[in-house]
């Protein structure tokens, strides 16, 4: 039989960070498996494109991701030690940006939502931006019963941080929370130990 | 004609019950004996006297225990009332709607006078009085949707148009059914139904794009959908799902006529003549099976239909663990008589 959930209809698709030649100005937000694919992309005999980019980026290889396009002579590259850090900064340089620019996002879903979630803050939309997911498949998820966010969800279900509520990550997407959606996963029946299996690795 | 409002409560005690003429013009969505998803969109016309649909907007015997229970949601939880803030002219013409409907079809119970933009309004069973100046904010205690719909019964969406599609860009949402105004605020069409099984396979949601988009001023159009709650809990919001999610549980052969209720929500779509917004009222009418199966033919129907549901569609509507005590149940109340077509009673 077919499946009746052909794909989650409220996800956003991700199809990649194709170079805006038309932009005056080059936003790059970048975490953790995006640094390869952005070296891939910027490469350091890009002379123009780096000179009109900003770079900023979290995770393992950004101290040396910042060290390459420095010399480089980017515009400018931001060593963001987290990634609320990176989106604080982010919101600031969007709320003062110009006509002409491009935000381009690599990085894991949970990255993705979060950076699309300021930016539309800012009165970007999302097919404005131009997005890669790469690397985990870790999602944010946020809790319906007490509205907080979790971060880098990788398995069905997830005990939430604030309220202490076992939580199913379900399929269905708010690109304004830039969150999955987690549901009490036995509020039917709390005997049932429901299997926790890591499956957004 | 004056309505007798009913002092009753949808949580706790659950004192909420159906008049015998609040059963005769419940809207019953089975028109035969079998269910199938389509989109069942008709004009929003004037229906039978006394029937659910005799005015746009119905105001019934449960008003005020209803407008009471929406206030203890707010107070728990206002993330319930939320408008992004593009939509202020859209709450606007809600007020508008809502005020000029209720006035006009029980004028012994609201009025509304306006002077040019200076308007006053009165809503007598709620002991309401207030003047204010129409678009301007600071003039109502509250925000105008939030104003109007602790005033009306039934969940209120507004939802605007753009880029070929409709967004879900502000409401008022005490009474659903299982889904989440805070997480489906700001998305679009094929988003925000994105868990309905089925139907976007058979190419429904897009149809049903299509016609709302074309919806016209002043040619309100309206469906019914359904589902089955237990106790007559208007609030079945996924936020406390972990509270009422139990009750599921709770079904036995010897409670289901009192426990287990239809819930029919008549969902009604309007055009906005100022902003070009849509609104989408969902109005959640319950009946207990004691009370449905009163009447012979509803009685007859429902176990059948209830029998005919394809599986997506019974796990969706949450119906899983108790569908076979209904059916058991309702089983004695089917003669294996013919039913006539349509809702309404023989």
Redesign the interface.
Known sequence: M?P???G????PLYTGVAIDHAASHHIWAVEGGGVSKLRAILTGDATHLLAASTILVTGDQAAATCEFYHQKQADSCHHMQTVQNLVTRLAVMLSTARMGLRLYVLGSEDFIGQVAATA?RQGIDFDDMRTEQCGSLARLV?C??C?GMIDHVTTNIVPCPHCG?QLFV????????GAF?G??VN????SAIPTIEEIYK | MALDFRQETFRDDFSFRNSPHAISRFPFPFWEDQYMYSINIEPHTAGKPGSVYEFPIDIDEHYLAEMHDRALVLREDP?RCQSLPHMITAEWDLLELLMESLARDYPDHFALSRDGDHWHWRNRPMKIEQKFTFGNVATLPYPPMEYITRQCQGDFCLIDQREGNLWLDAGMVTTQADW?L??????NF??????V??A??IGVMERALKYLMAIQVGRPVRRLNWTMTINPRLDTS?????????D??TVTPANVGEKLHLRVEVQGLWRLPRSNAIVFSIRCYLISMNELVTVKKWGRRLPRVLKSLPE?IVTYKGLT?YRQTAIDWLARYDDGGVTSSGGDPD
């Open positions: 077919k009746l959930f052909a989650i209809k409220s996800r539309q946020q319906v019963h509205k509520i379900r399929d269905h997407y708010s690109r304004r929370l959606q549901v009490a509020a039917e029946d709390p | 993330l989440s805070d997480f489906d605020l700001g998305m094929m988003e925000w139904h994105g868990p099984p089925i976007h396979e996924p936020e406390n799902y972990h509270k009422w999610g139990a599921r549980l997506d663990r």
